[in-house]
């Protein structure tokens, strides 16, 4: 999900109800919803963290009393314990803060996480790098983060960890004695059999995911993928398979394996889009960036996005199609991330390059092919841009969902936008019905689909947006959260 800083955080403080006591909830993952960090004057001070999971969560957390366990991205001499005690009276659930060094964040987090696990999951095997060193890393911060989670377990906790960071910390629950059910979703794509063949440590990672109790995946994709490993790699497991839910029998064990696509409050963005901050900020964009109509790309500095692609596809477009110079402009606003890896300096340089020649060859007085700003937003500028687009270009060469073209959608109250969305975002399984369709590597048919929705008559351009706002709003986040803690399966019998 991509990160904006000072976007939504769960401020409508929706109380989510759920139709059975889910107990104590004890959330397990890589970043707190609250980050410790020196304000202007240099004093430590606790920052809330925006997010999908934080507006899933919070509300839930705050009702039943639960306990959110993650590293609060600071140095160890910061003093988390004593601020986030104090944040925890506010927020009415815990946070408890796991020690992370910064040689451990550079070789657990930015080293086996982002340049290990994040390209292979995305089927980007070139950007993987495969290091012993960083490996053993990961296992030790795991074990920590399974540490603090047996210090915190209650008799009636719901155990849930999340995410790529946290694949093994089921693992080190089970070395630690915990035998309650223990719960694990996984925000990113899973990839093919074929590409987590190339992971030296493969079988770790495989075995320790079989220590959960229950697995969900974005999309049906994804839960294939990894029936498909179980299958290959899991020496004696038997697999039950359904269409929505399937179960592993491995160890005398069941694991069950669900799809749960997570989606955003779709209220907070639709009532956000409404209010008139948001209006002057859509009028103030429009007014400035000087164009009949404008496309938005609004993505996290990564090589998964897409986004020269996308700069190629524009001049693509604009070389095809002669009619939309002066008159359409690409708004692309990337949103810093990871700025001291290598890989990611080259590619800002590489979009720096791109956008400079193509609007070097396409610019007049009066009227700019790409506006390309690298940015963090506020909320009412996000909102803003939304509301001001014409039409939204998201396309990632592998996306576990996009949040982003769901927020759009939500965001175009008035039913006039267009969405052209790539096939390989797993938001495509549920939107592909009201978007335009595209796949990010074939240049000229998302060249095609630009035009297509720059002259797309009106009629047709509310059907569709309301279709997607419909699917966004009935799949919202607070179902993906209900799907997940109430499921009824009823899995095999043994």
């Not at 839930?60 to 314990?81: D, Q, S």
């Not at 960071?165 to 074929?194: C, M, N, T, W």
């Not at 993505?299 to 199609?321: H, N, Q, V």
């Given at each position: 999900?991509?990160?904006?800083?000072?976007?939504?955080s769960g401020a409508n403080n929706m109380e989510v109800e759920l139709d059975r006591?889910?107990?104590?909830?004890?959330?397990?993952?890589?970043?707190?919803?609250?980050?410790?960090?020196?304000?202007?004057?240099?004093?430590?001070?606790?920052?809330?963290?925006?997010?999908?999971?934080?507006?899933?969560?919070?509300?839930?957390?705050?009702?039943?009393?639960?306990?959110?366990?993650?590293?609060?991205?600071?140095?160890?001499?910061?003093?988390?314990?004593?601020?986030?005690?104090?944040?925890?009276?506010?927020?009415?659930?815990?946070?408890?803060?796991?020690?992370?060094?910064?040689?451990?964040?550079?070789?657990?987090?930015?080293?086996?996480?982002?340049?290990?696990?994040?390209?292979?999951?995305?089927?980007?095997?070139?950007?993987?790098?495969?290091?012993?060193?960083?490996?053993?890393?990961?296992?030790?911060?795991?074990?920590?983060?399974?540490?603090?989670?047996?210090?915190?377990?209650?008799?009636?906790?719901?155990?849930?960890?999340?995410?790529?960071?946290?694949?093994?910390?089921?693992?080190?629950?089970?070395?630690?004695?915990?035998?309650?059910?223990?719960?694990?979703?996984?925000?990113?794509?899973?990839?093919?059999?074929?590409?987590?063949?190339?992971?030296?440590?493969?079988?770790?990672?495989?075995?320790?995911?079989?220590?959960?109790?229950?697995?969900?995946?974005?999309?049906?994709?994804?839960?294939?993928?990894?029936?498909?490993?179980?299958?290959?790699?899991?020496?004696?497991?038997?697999?039950?398979?359904?269409?929505?839910?399937?179960?592993?029998?491995?160890?005398?064990?069941?694991?069950?394996?669900?799809?749960?696509?997570?989606?955003?409050?779709?209220?907070?963005?639709?009532?956000?889009?409404?209010?008139?901050?948001?209006?002057?900020?859509?009028?103030?964009?429009?007014?400035?960036?000087?164009?009949?109509?404008?496309?938005?790309?609004?993505?996290?500095?990564?090589?998964?996005?897409?986004?020269?692609?996308?700069?190629?596809?524009?001049?693509?477009?604009?070389?095809?199609?002669?009619?939309?110079?002066?008159?359409?402009?690409?708004?692309?606003?990337?949103?810093?991330?990871?700025?001291?890896?290598?890989?990611?300096?080259?590619?800002?340089?590489?979009?720096?390059?791109?956008?400079?020649?193509?609007?070097?060859?396409?610019?007049?007085?009066?009227?700019?092919?790409?506006?390309?700003?690298?940015?963090?937003?506020?909320?009412?500028?996000?909102?803003?841009?939304?509301?001001?687009?014409?039409?939204?270009?998201?396309?990632?060469?592998?996306?576990?969902?996009?949040?982003?073209?769901?927020?759009?959608?939500?965001?175009?109250?008035?039913?006039?936008?267009?969405?052209?969305?790539?096939?390989?975002?797993?938001?495509?399984?549920?939107?592909?019905?009201?978007?335009?369709?595209?796949?990010?590597?074939?240049?000229?048919?998302?060249?095609?689909?630009?035009?297509?929705?720059?002259?797309?008559?009106?009629?047709?351009?509310?059907?569709?947006?309301?279709?997607?706002?419909?699917?966004?709003?009935?799949?919202?986040?607070?179902?993906?959260?209900?799907?997940?803690?109430?499921?009824?399966?009823?899995?095999?019998?043994?």
């Amino acid at each position: 999900m991509t990160e904006l800083r000072g976007t939504f955080s769960g401020a409508n403080n929706m109380e989510v109800e759920l139709d059975r006591d889910t107990g104590h909830i004890l959330v397990v993952s890589n970043r707190l919803p609250a980050a410790v960090d020196k304000d202007e004057n240099g004093q430590w001070k606790v920052f809330p963290s925006s997010g999908g999971l934080v507006t899933a969560m919070a509300p839930v957390m705050r009702r039943n009393g639960g306990t959110w366990i993650g590293w609060p991205g600071c140095p160890k001499e910061a003093p988390a314990e004593d601020l986030l005690r104090e944040h925890s009276r506010d927020e009415r659930f815990e946070l408890r803060p796991v020690a992370v060094t910064e040689d451990e964040v550079a070789r657990y987090y930015r080293g086996f996480s982002n340049q290990t696990i994040w390209p292979l999951f995305h089927d980007q095997l070139g950007y993987c790098e495969f290091d012993a060193d960083q490996w053993e890393t990961y296992c030790a911060v795991n074990r920590r983060f399974a540490e603090m989670t047996v210090e915190s377990i209650r008799d009636n906790s719901h155990v849930w960890v999340h995410d790529y960071q946290l694949l093994l910390a089921g693992r080190y629950l089970r070395e630690l004695g915990v035998k309650k059910s223990i719960d694990f979703f996984l925000h990113i794509p899973f990839p093919s059999s074929d590409l987590i063949r190339r992971l030296p440590w493969r079988d770790e990672i495989m075995y320790a995911l079989l220590d959960y109790d229950h697995i969900g995946f974005q999309t049906r994709h994804d839960y294939r993928n990894f029936i498909q490993s179980v299958r290959i790699f899991i020496e004696g497991a038997r697999v039950h398979a359904k269409r929505n839910h399937s179960f592993v029998m491995h160890n005398d064990r069941t694991i069950e394996l669900g799809i749960y696509p997570i989606s955003i409050d779709f209220s907070e963005f639709d009532q956000g889009a409404r209010s008139h901050e948001v209006a002057e900020s859509a009028w103030y964009f429009r007014e400035n960036l000087r164009s009949e109509k404008l496309v938005l790309g609004l993505d996290r500095l990564d090589y998964t996005k897409g986004i020269p692609e996308r700069f190629l596809a524009f001049e693509r477009a604009m070389e095809k199609y002669p009619e939309l110079r002066g008159r359409l402009a690409l708004v692309q606003i990337v949103v810093p991330s990871r700025v001291t890896v290598p890989q990611y300096q080259g590619l800002k340089e590489r979009l720096d390059q791109l956008a400079g020649r193509i609007n070097g060859r396409f610019s007049t007085d009066r009227w700019i092919p790409i506006h390309y700003m690298f940015r963090h937003l506020n909320r009412y500028q996000l909102l803003g841009y939304y509301k001001a687009s014409d039409i939204a270009l998201i396309t990632p060469l592998r996306d576990g969902m996009n949040l982003v073209a769901k927020e759009y959608c939500a965001a175009s109250i008035d039913n006039n936008g267009v969405l052209i969305l790539s096939e390989f975002a797993g938001a495509a399984d549920q939107l592909a019905q009201g978007a335009l369709m595209v796949n990010p590597y074939d240049v000229e048919r998302t060249a095609d689909a630009i035009f297509a929705a720059f002259i797309m008559d009106t009629d047709e351009k509310n059907r569709r947006m309301k279709v997607l706002r419909s699917e966004v709003r009935r799949n919202d986040v607070h179902k993906w959260l209900r799907q997940f803690l109430e499921r009824e399966t009823g899995g095999p019998r043994r």
